[in-house]
């Protein structure tokens, strides 16, 4: 089995839950149906589980009716060898602790790696039964991609703060340099240092432009 990337997990203080999910509750019902997270209970064998009940979001994930997906296994079902072995931690700590346990992970798809932050509360499971699960997962793949672009920009930013100053300091020396230059030109004009008088004021032009631009992008 490969091992997934998964954080330490979490120990979470949790009231107690009932075993099923209680379908009768409006609100529940609301919840358990229209939540973008994926939630459900299963039956954890070990190093595989068996869904007893998922919500929509979660059949859409798996890309199943929910009543197909019920009663079956998670590896039946196509789930990533990285997704059983964090879940079989997240499991293994969940019942040994007793208390819900949360847990940040990583999996490897077909559209690449995948993160997710799940939660397993151990529920209530009749004599002779595997141990069973109320799972709530969060996919975190869009934030942190998002973070990764952002520490991307902000290592980006600090660079051209870092040479912002230094530029600035080197376009007034060129100008300097181009000034003197045209002076000598104009005091020895048999030196013939028109080309080079023009081509200085030319890097000059370009160089504030681009430095300017650099502010605009920093500074706004």
Request: proline letters at 8%.
């Amino acid at each position: 089995m490969s091992q997934p990337s998964l954080r330490a997990p979490t120990p979470v203080l949790l009231p107690p839950v009932a075993s099923e999910p209680q379908g009768d509750d409006p609100l529940f019902h609301l919840l358990f149906t229209q939540s973008p997270l994926y939630v459900g209970v299963l039956e954890w064998l070990g190093d595989d589980g068996r869904y007893l009940s998922v919500n929509p979001a979660t059949a859409l994930r798996l890309g199943r009716p929910v009543d197909e997906i019920r009663g079956a296994r998670a590896r039946d079902l196509g789930l990533p060898a990285d997704a059983c072995a964090a879940w079989a931690q997240l499991a293994g700590e969940a019942e040994r602790r007793h208390v819900a346990t949360r847990g940040e992970w990583e999996a490897r798809t077909p559209h690449g790696v995948s993160s997710f932050r799940t939660t397993v509360v151990p529920l209530p499971t009749p004599a002779g039964s595997a141990p069973r699960f109320a799972f709530l997962t969060e996919e975190l793949t869009a934030k942190r991609a998002l973070e990764r672009r952002l520490g991307t920009a902000e290592a980006l930013t600090t660079a051209l703060e870092d040479v912002e100053q230094p530029l600035a300091q080197a376009l007034d020396v060129l100008q300097v340099v181009g000034d003197e230059v045209e002076t000598l030109a104009d005091i020895h004009p048999d030196l013939e240092l028109e080309d080079a008088v023009a081509g200085l004021r030319d890097a000059t032009r370009h160089s504030r432009r681009a430095h300017q631009r650099l502010r605009e992008l920093l500074f706004g």
